[in-house]
């Protein structure tokens, strides 16, 4: 009971950061909106016995990918005086795909017949000791690949940066 009081919250935090996310005015705001989605978000993976990507969600997107959208906001001055006029038939065009995908979304909720609830904290799925174990006995060789292939964009980037 205690699962199902914490995921309606949370369902409702993420719903009500991404709305005031969309509505806010603001961009810095609107940024930070996104914030309160993305720890919803990792609360949800908590939940689901996920917390490898729980923790990862909060490190990458919430830490690294929103302070460089901040600075990106931030360095772009945005000013209401340089913003261009608003297209009505473009805002009338999305208002319409919007109502289309929450009636496609609405049409295959209510066509799923699921009985069975969603189990909370089963299993080992999550687990960063399984996660650490998997991945390095059966996908040792794709994990190597992926470090030198990171490996040789950073040397790449600092290639491209000292090229004066």
Known sequence: MNTQIIFILLSLMAIGGAVMMLVTRNPVKSILWLIVVFFSISGHYILLNAQFLAVVNIIVYAGAIMVLFLFVVMLMNLNAETEPGKNYRLQFIGIIAGGCLLLIMLSFLMATKTHQPVLMKVGESGLIKKLGRTLFTDYVLPFEISS??????????VIIGKKN
């Open 148 to 157: 030198v292939l990171f490996l040789s964009a950073m040397i790449g980037a």
